[in-house]
């Protein structure tokens, strides 16, 4: 009987077309918009079980949020499969948005974890360049599959929505952190960059890193736009939500989910998704 289950499990892994070494690994980005009591019928009251279910039905391994204060983080956080890691851009504790990281825990092994600001003095909570009214943080791990035994870093960052300055002059720091911390190893990056593509930021970044949406297998599912403002019929924006991956890792689908309930959206931010594979 043992053998025969064995060869079950074999044959369930021959069939998927993945071994051991290349299980995919579902990442994605969510802005949560923080909970905000002037959103009315759209407050995080109303929203939150309609996040944590999104997350559930499409069964993200690992995502980086922004936006989510502590009592949002601990909301999700009662999804009992995922821990998080990120501290408060505020004061570098529970104060202030988050740009967590939650993770499976059966899946992940958070190995070492750190945060930095998105401004001249990135070891302590400061304002940067032109940014006008807010501290603007980057939280990273580094984590080991247990599954595939691959390690890799994980960053998730929000860039400043008022300082044209600013957001350039984070893409250059981010750059610089990503070798500074990880050096040559995997790196998933994702975040609200309030950047469009054509940026000096995004083109900077891709000069390490590649942009899931531009090197996926399977042609890019969903709506281009990445914002929706919690309008069903949202401006055509342009994308600034983003899955950056080193260059070793495969991108096998990328997508950007606009799920709805009762014809609401559960965040002003289309969640953004890619199944990719940690390759040598």
Not at 154 to 176: E, I, K, P, T, W
């Amino acid at each position: 009987m043992k053998n025969l289950i064995i060869l079950f499990i074999l044959c369930v892994f021959l069939q998927s077309g993945y071994s051991r070494e290349n299980i995919p690994i579902r990442v994605a980005s969510y802005n949560l918009r923080y909970e905000n009591n002037h959103d009315g019928v759209n407050s995080w009251s109303n929203r939150k079980e309609h996040v944590k279910a999104l997350i559930q039905f499409h069964d993200f391994d690992i995502f980086g949020t922004q936006e989510g204060l502590i009592g949002q983080l601990n909301d999700i956080a009662e999804l009992r499969q995922y821990a998080f890691t990120g501290k408060g851009r505020d004061d570098g504790e529970h104060r202030g948005e988050h740009s967590a990281i939650f993770y499976k825990k059966d899946r992940f092994k958070l190995l070492a974890s750190g945060d930095f600001w998105l401004s001249e003095t990135p070891d302590k909570p400061t304002i940067g360049w032109d940014a006008q009214c807010c501290k603007r943080i980057c939280s990273w791990g580094r984590f080991k599959d247990l599954k595939t035994k691959r390690e890799f870093y994980f960053f998730c960052v929000h860039f400043d929505h008022q300082g044209v300055n600013a957001r350039l002059q984070s893409g250059y720091l981010m750059v610089n952190k990503i070798k500074e911390i990880a050096g040559s190893a995997h790196v998933i990056l994702v975040g609200d960059f309030n950047s469009p593509p054509e940026t000096k930021q995004i083109l900077y970044i891709q000069t390490i890193l590649n942009d899931a949406y531009r090197i996926t297998e399977q042609p890019p599912y969903g709506p281009f736009v990445t914002t929706n403002g919690f309008q069903t019929n949202p401006p055509l924006q342009n994308r600034i939500d983003y899955i950056f991956v080193s260059k070793q890792i495969k991108v096998l689908k990328y997508g950007v989910l606009n799920d709805t309930y009762d014809q609401k959206y559960p965040s002003d931010h289309f969640p953004v998704v890619a199944q990719v594979t940690i390759n040598h």
